[in-house]
T-cell receptor, first 113, second 113 residues
Framework: GENVEQHPSTLSVQEGDSAVIKCTYS??????FPWYKQELGKRPQLIID?????GEKKDQRIAVTLNKTAKHFSLHITETQPEDSAVYFC????????????FGKGNQVVVIP | DVKVTQSSRYLVKRTGEKVFLECVQD?????MFWYRQDPGLGLRLIYF???????EKGDIPEGYSVSREKKERFSLILESASTNQTSMYLC????????????FGPGTRLTVL
């Protein structure tokens, strides 16, 4: 099955700086790559996703890039703010057509005011 | 607005007890999922269901079973709870096709004594 690895496990950034989280996946058949944000004590929520026919997608201060050849995708957060502090999970669509996802282990982002 | 609810936010059970965790979604989603979240291990899929009475094992099904008798409800059952099943349990739902957002419930923090 699909295996998703996420690095680094913890990232501290100064407010206003950029943060980048990288994920790698193993199954070249995966074609959907979402990112979820989980604030402390809350449920994970989708913040951005990308499909394999697109190389980059932006939504205000966040962007995701995909390199299918190297089988990795990255989340970019620009002009970080304290409310960006959270755990971020990447995922990749697994085998089959039932929207099963394989999640990475999560990345704790701490934005220092 | 999609709403996924779970029967309990916190639950304390004793070793050997049979435990039922309930999840309900109100958006007529075909897929429902049960995950377990542990620090440093991310979101691990226990079971999922893509239709009423249909189920598939995830990555860590041992010690768990599920039931989906109605489309909106997906139950996770611990036949004989053990201390290593102490964890946060998250339910999610999504439309049927690959590449659709998974909407998460608030989670149930289960402690097995």
């Amino acid at each position: 099955g699909e295996n998703v690895e996420q690095h680094p496990s913890t990232l501290s950034v100064q407010e206003g700086d950029s943060a980048v989280i990288k994920c790698t996946y193993s199954d070249s058949a995966s074609n959907y790559f979402p990112w979820y944000k989980q604030e402390l004590g809350k449920r994970p929520q989708l913040i951005i996703d990308i499909r394999s026919n697109v190389g980059e997608k932006k939504d205000q201060r966040i962007a995701v890039t995909l390199n299918k050849t190297a089988k990795h995708f990255s989340l970019h957060i620009t002009e970080t703010q304290p409310e960006d502090s959270a755990v971020y999970f990447c995922a990749a669509s697994s085998h089959g057509g039932n929207n099963r996802l394989a999640f990475g282990k999560g990345n704790q982002v701490v934005v220092i005011p | 607005d999609v709403k996924v609810t779970q029967s309990s936010r916190y639950l304390v059970k004793r070793t050997g007890e049979k435990v039922f965790l309930e999840c309900v979604q109100d958006m007529d989603h075909e897929n429902m999922f049960w995950y377990r979240q542990d620090p440093g291990l991310g979101l691990r899929l226990i079971y999922f269901s893509y239709d009423v009475k249909m189920k598939e094992k995830g990555d860590i099904p041992e010690g768990y079973s599920v039931s989906r008798e109605k489309k909106e409800r997906f139950s996770l059952i611990l036949e004989s709870a053990s201390t290593n099943q102490t964890s946060m349990y998250l339910c999610a739902s999504s439309l049927g096709d690959r590449g659709n957002e998974q909407f998460f419930g608030p989670g149930t923090r289960l402690t097995v004594l």
